[in-house]
């Protein structure tokens, strides 16, 4: 994979289509009202895409059976993106191109890995809504933009 300068997070204007990770389904109903409504727009016209292990992440929060099967209905309405055996290969190329740039710069969750290497995967590219620093990191080896639901460092 090429090298590129390393891509800080902008904060989300409603800019489309996404991959929404699981912080950004998790964290959006408390993200400012301007984000809110982007999102509602976004899920409206189906441009937010689910992959794999975000579907598996956000099905794991919920409390109970029927919260699982809404969450999952819900999810069911997403253009959905496979994760590929490419999708794989380019995650680990990812991890050992940061675990070759310092000790331990490669401590990244897996998943957010695989999210990233299946935005990556698109033709174009797809950015990666998040409320997790750790896409900034993945954005230095792997080609999309990450885009924050809010500024890094806001708690929401």
């Excluded at 991890?95 to 990556?120: F, N």
């Excluded at 590219?125 to 933009?145: I, S």
């Amino acid at each position: 994979m090429e090298r590129r300068p390393g891509r800080v997070s902008e904060p989300w204007s409603g800019q489309l289509p996404v991959l929404a990770d699981t912080t950004a389904w998790l964290k959006v109903s408390r993200a400012p009202a301007e984000v809110r409504a982007y999102w509602t727009e976004a899920l409206r016209t189906r441009q937010i895409f689910v992959v794999p292990v975000v579907r598996l992440e956000l099905l794991h929060h919920e409390r109970d059976a029927i919260a699982v099967n809404e969450r999952d209905y819900e999810l069911d309405q997403m253009p959905q993106l496979e994760l590929t055996p490419e999708v794989a290969d380019d995650a680990m190329t990812a991890m050992l191109e940061l675990a070759a740039r310092s000790d331990g710069y490669h401590k990244v969750p897996a998943p957010d890995y695989l999210i990233a290497a299946t935005a990556a995967r698109q033709d174009p590219p797809l950015a990666v809504l998040h409320h997790d620093a750790h896409y900034d990191k993945l954005a230095e080896v792997l080609n999309f933009m990450p885009y924050s639901l809010v500024p890094q460092g806001t708690a929401i």
